[in-house]
């Protein structure tokens, strides 16, 4: 299990986040009935939560039906117009942008930052430490001993131009 602390940005307030893997799983919600089947977190091992000051919003891992919890409040949600384009799957997606079609919904940019994000978990966990992460700079602010984990180690001829 790991935990991500971000600071407030501009209007938004501050924000944690925990990772659970390798099995682990997050306590069942006071506000919800763990052995009614409708209000399910996830799907067997995959899943994600967001608990907010109204409810929580719960799904099957990898881009399942999203559900809000408690049940009354997922019956009396009215959900707001589709705005986002769809996809016919990630590997159509990504053979679209390949040939100069529509860009992919999860393009490099964004996977990029995504990427960053779950690394630093297991940077932590290589490290044993709690890291203060400098972004801009790409590296373990008060870590210095993450650097090597960072930079990587390449094979004669592998190497990347710096």
């Known amino acids: 299990m790991m935990t991500y602390q971000y600071g407030a940005r501009g209007a938004r307030g501050p924000l944690t986040l925990f990772w659970y893997d390798n099995g682990l799983k997050p306590p069942t919600p006071r506000a919800l009935d763990p052995d009614d089947p409708q209000q399910r977190l996830g799907e067997g091992n995959d899943g994600l939560m967001l608990i907010g000051d109204k409810g929580i919003l719960t799904c099957a891992g990898w881009s399942g039906m999203p559900r809000l919890l408690p049940m009354q409040l997922h019956r009396s949600y009215t959900r707001p117009p589709k705005t986002l384009p769809r996809v016919a799957g990630h590997h159509a997606d990504w053979l679209q942008a390949c040939k100069g079609s529509t860009p992919a919904c999860s393009n490099f940019e964004y996977g990029a930052r995504l990427t960053e994000f779950v690394l630093l978990g297991t ?16 590296r373990a602010a008060n870590v210095p001993q993450a650097q090597p984990f960072i930079e990587g180690s390449y094979r004669k001829g592998w190497e990347l131009p710096v």
């Open 123 to 138: 940077l932590a966990l290589r490290t044993g430490k709690v890291l203060k992460w400098d972004g801009e700079g790409m």
